[in-house]
C-alpha cells in the first residue's frame, strides 16, 4: 500500500511539473486539489480495506473537500438531503444579518453597527440582547423583527413574559422598500439565475420551518413569501 501510495505522489509532482508551464496558477491549482484528492480517495479505499477505518475516515473526508461536495452527489432523497445542507438563507435590516439554516431551522445573526458591532447573537447574554433590542427600536425598526425571531427559538415563552411586547406573528410590514433580486436570492439561499424548480424547493423547506405554526414568525413567513414573487416574476 505505501508503494502504491509513493507511485501515485510521484505521478502527482510528475504531471505537476509537466503542467506548470502550460496552466495558469489558478487552473493548476484546482487541478492540484482534484489531484489530491482523488490519490486521498483511492488511499482511504485502501486503508478501509485493510480495516484501518480511522485513517480511512480522515482521508476519505479530505477527499470529500478536495473533490467538492457536489462531487459526492447521491440518487434520490440523499440528494434532496445534500441539496439542503450547507444552505442558508440571510435576511438583512441596517444593524443584523440574520441567517436561517435550511436543513434544521436554525436561526443566527451576526450585529453588523452599533455597540455590539461584530458580535454574533449566541455570544450575548439575555441583558445584552435587551439592550441589543432597545438599540434596534430606536435606530432599526426593521432589525426588530428578526429579533424577535431569533428570541422565539432561543427563549421559549419570551413574550409571555415582556411587558408591551408586540407580537410580530400578526405583523407583516416592518420593512420598507421594495425587495431587489438580490435580496429574494439571498432570503431564500439561492444563486443569481436559480431555476423555478430551486425557487419552489427552497421555498417551501422554508416556509415548513418558518411558518408561524410550526413556530416561526408571520414577519420571516411573509419575506420568504415576498421573495419567491420576486424572483417568479422573473420567469414570467
Same mark, same amino acid.
Given at each position: 500500500?505505501?508503494?502504491?501510495?509513493?507511485?501515485?505522489?510521484?505521478?502527482?509532482?510528475?504531471?505537476?511539473?509537466?503542467?506548470?508551464?502550460?496552466?495558469?496558477?489558478?487552473?493548476?491549482?484546482?487541478?492540484?486539489?482534484?489531484?489530491?484528492?482523488?490519490?486521498?480517495?483511492?488511499?482511504?479505499?485502501?486503508?478501509?480495506?485493510?480495516?484501518?477505518?480511522?485513517?480511512?475516515?480522515?482521508?476519505?473526508?479530505?477527499?470529500?473537500?478536495?473533490?467538492?461536495?457536489?462531487?459526492?452527489?447521491?440518487?434520490?432523497?440523499?440528494?434532496?438531503?445534500?441539496?439542503?445542507?450547507?444552505?442558508?438563507?440571510?435576511?438583512?435590516?441596517?444593524?443584523?444579518?440574520?441567517?436561517?439554516?435550511?436543513?434544521?431551522?436554525?436561526?443566527?445573526?451576526?450585529?453588523?453597527?452599533?455597540?455590539?458591532?461584530?458580535?454574533?447573537?449566541?455570544?450575548? %447574554?439575555?441583558?445584552?440582547?435587551?439592550?441589543?433590542?432597545?438599540?434596534?427600536?430606536?435606530? %432599526?425598526?426593521?432589525?426588530?423583527?428578526?429579533?424577535?425571531?431569533?428570541?422565539?427559538?432561543?427563549?421559549?415563552?419570551?413574550?409571555?413574559?415582556?411587558?408591551? %411586547?408586540?407580537?410580530?406573528?400578526?405583523?407583516?410590514?416592518?420593512?420598507?422598500?421594495?425587495?431587489?433580486?438580490?435580496?429574494?436570492?439571498?432570503?431564500?439561499?439561492?444563486?443569481?439565475?436559480?431555476?423555478?424548480?430551486?425557487?419552489?424547493?427552497?421555498?417551501?423547506?422554508?416556509?415548513?420551518?418558518?411558518?408561524?405554526?410550526?413556530?416561526?414568525?408571520?414577519?420571516?413567513?411573509?419575506?420568504?413569501?415576498?421573495?419567491?414573487?420576486?424572483?417568479?416574476?422573473?420567469?414570467?
Amino acid at each position: 500500500m505505501m508503494l502504491l501510495l509513493g507511485i501515485l505522489a510521484v505521478a502527482l509532482l510528475w504531471w505537476l511539473a509537466k503542467s506548470y508551464t502550460l496552466t495558469d496558477p489558478k487552473s493548476l491549482a484546482r487541478g492540484a486539489k482534484a489531484a489530491a484528492g482523488i490519490a486521498a480517495l483511492g488511499a482511504a479505499v485502501l486503508l478501509g480495506v485493510k480495516g484501518r477505518f480511522d485513517m480511512a475516515l480522515l482521508l476519505g473526508g479530505f477527499a470529500a473537500w478536495a473533490l467538492g461536495w457536489g462531487a459526492l452527489n447521491l440518487p434520490g432523497p440523499w440528494s434532496k438531503l445534500q441539496q439542503a445542507r450547507g444552505r442558508f438563507s440571510r435576511i438583512r435590516s441596517a444593524m443584523i444579518e440574520m441567517e436561517i439554516d435550511h436543513a434544521t431551522g436554525a436561526v443566527e445573526g451576526s450585529i453588523l453597527v452599533g455597540a455590539f458591532a461584530g458580535r454574533r447573537l449566541s455570544s450575548l %447574554d439575555p441583558e445584552s440582547l435587551r439592550r441589543l433590542y432597545d438599540e434596534c427600536g430606536a435606530h %432599526d425598526p426593521q432589525g426588530v423583527p428578526l429579533l424577535e425571531a431569533y428570541f422565539d427559538r432561543r427563549f421559549a415563552g419570551w413574550r409571555e413574559n415582556a411587558q408591551g %411586547d408586540r407580537d410580530t406573528r400578526t405583523r407583516t410590514q416592518a420593512h420598507s422598500g421594495i425587495m431587489t433580486k438580490e435580496e429574494a436570492y439571498q432570503i431564500l439561499g439561492l444563486q443569481p439565475g436559480a431555476s423555478l424548480d430551486e425557487i419552489r424547493k427552497a421555498h417551501r423547506t422554508l416556509m415548513k420551518k418558518l411558518h408561524p405554526d410550526q413556530g416561526g414568525t408571520a414577519y420571516l413567513a411573509a419575506r420568504v413569501n415576498e421573495a419567491r414573487e420576486v424572483l417568479l416574476g422573473r420567469h414570467r
